[in-house]
């Protein structure tokens, strides 16, 4: 198949969108926006389950290969059930343009190589997710990108870090799984003044909670497995960004490289979207439920949650933030045994690394998420053996509060 070299960003399909970006509130864009219909008139946006498009006359198809005319071509460049949540994304990150990708990391692959070349430097967050860390640690640094990791909360490591090379700064707030927060604001200065793309990885809040590009990021990273979906079905990401340039390079590369995601993936965000702010405020409303009963609890020595006043960072994260979101971690008295033993007495919660679904997940983030970096990284981090984190979920808190209290009480009843 032949492809051209320099692409207009296509995604023009033959149906049109009835919904544009900004003339309905979010909610409603959640819903609307980028919604086809086929000649059919189904009323749920339709699932394109093809590889290929067809043409009506070689002259068509010689304009689509050779011209980039609008039409779709094949399904690892343009796909309208893809582009459908292309536009509904954006639109809901306040932004003008989306590439959709096979995953979360892939979106970062794409965001990296689209935006940095070898001898380029980035400066990131140490308290990045698993994959991404091993990312720039790892496989960068073989294309020669190098990487200088600082702490998250502190503005002055991040612009002391910054090299005549340094492109981008790369970070997730609130981070996994201590739930820190980074002043974006701040970030957004001190990446201009540098000239440094400023890039957000948003998977923990999403753009119900907390909209980056609205406060000057340059590009918004998703892994849409998490809460886009909601309900741990798909794997799947995007990259989203205002610079037209940027996304041009983005697709270009993505239709190329073939990390698109999967039309099925696709239509499955696309309906979880459409309950993306219902979930949200409620996942909001259980963790800090969850969260408060758990400071009451004398087997529990601390808990992080940017929606406790007792947090740090609470000013901080109401000032950025419209929820606090759904993770909550806590540190038990005692140490991997007591963990273990909470983790272990629940029957409800699901032990699993995933979080972001409907389903409350628990896990040990010294033992598993950050198992295989070493102990002194891991107590720099501040991921002691007595952290347990949860991603709370949408069944009732009555019942997630009693399913942690049978090891609870029993480390309580030992003490
Ligand atoms: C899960 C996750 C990713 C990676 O996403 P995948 O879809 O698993 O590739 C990136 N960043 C954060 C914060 C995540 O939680």
Known sequence: ??????????????????????????????????????????????????????FDSAAQAHAAFVYDAADNVYSRFTNPTVRSFEQRLASLENARHCVATASGMAAITMTVMATLKS????VASESLFGSSVTFFKRVMLRFGVSCTFVKLTDPDAWRSAITDSTKMLFLETPSNPLCEIVDLRAMVEIARHHGCWLVVDNCFCTPALQQPIALGADIVIHSATKYLDGQGRCVGGAVVTNDRDLNADLYTLMRTVGACMSAFNAWVFLNGLETLNLRMKE?????????EWLMTHDAVKHVHYPGLSQHPQFELAKSQQSGAGGIVSFEVH??????????????????????????????HPATTTHGRISEQERVAAG?????????????????????????????SASA
């Open 1 to 54: 198949m032949k492809t051209n070299a320099s692409i207009e960003v296509p995604h023009t399909t033959s149906q049109t969108s009835s919904h544009t970006a900004t003339q309905h509130l979010f909610d409603t864009r959640a819903i609307r926006t980028g919604q086809t219909r086929s000649a059919q008139m189904e009323h749920n946006d339709p699932l394109h389950l093809t590889s290929s498009f067809v």
């Open 119 to 122: 001898g380029d430097h980035v």
């Open 283 to 291: 996942h909001c409303n259980n963790a800090t439920d969850v969260a």
């Open 334 to 363: 005692g140490g991997r045994e007591h963990a273990w033993s909470v983790i272990d007495n629940t029957q409800l919660l699901s032990i699993t690394g995933n979080l972001g679904d409907a389903k409350t997940t628990i896990g």
């Open 383 to 411: 991921i002691g053996e007595s952290l347990v984190r949860l991603s709370v979920g949408l069944e009732n808190p009555v019942d997630i509060k009693n399913d942690l209290a049978t090891g609870l009480d029993m480390l």
